[in-house]
């Protein structure tokens, strides 16, 4: 039911840790409202080094305390199961409000954010490393 009632909305992901949007998604990022449901559909445009990304929903208040403790925990079995997305650890896996598994290059993946609060939220990619730059903000109204 969510699925047939959501605005898909796609971005590309690069070798430069940055998640893009044309104009056409960008206006349906900004036209978020509290009660929509969205689809991700992100695509990883990298190179084929092997350059993996993810991209998880956030409160933008929660990204620092995330991404250090992404990075924190990066080497471990479970960060690797999770696809670097941090459920694991209960009071982070509250904070991620909708994520994706993990993204080779050439490759999409899809999933489902439920925008059930107002206020600014960050797309943001948890690999080892790559949070400071690869995160994008946006607001849902």
């Not at 107002?118 to 690999?127: P, S």
Request: charged residues 30%.
């Amino acid at each position: 039911k969510d699925r047939a009632q959501s605005t898909v909305i796609e971005a590309e992901m690069n070798d430069a840790l940055k998640f893009v949007f044309d104009e056409a998604n960008q206006k349906k990022l900004d036209q978020i409202k509290q009660g929509d449901s969205v689809i991700f559909r992100v695509t990883s445009i990298a190179s084929a080094d092997g350059m993996q990304h993810n991209a998880l929903v956030i409160n933008k208040r929660d990204t620092e305390e995330i991404g250090v403790f992404s990075d924190a925990s990066s080497s471990g079995i479970d960060a690797r199961k999770n696809s670097y997305v941090p459920l694991w650890d209960k009071q982070m896996a509250k904070k991620v409000l909708a994520h994706s598994t993990l993204i080779g290059p050439g490759q999409t993946k899809e999933f489902v954010y439920l925008a059930k609060e107002k206020g600014e939220k960050t797309l943001i990619c948890t690999f080892p490393g790559h949070w400071r730059l690869m995160k994008y903000d946006f607001v849902v109204r």
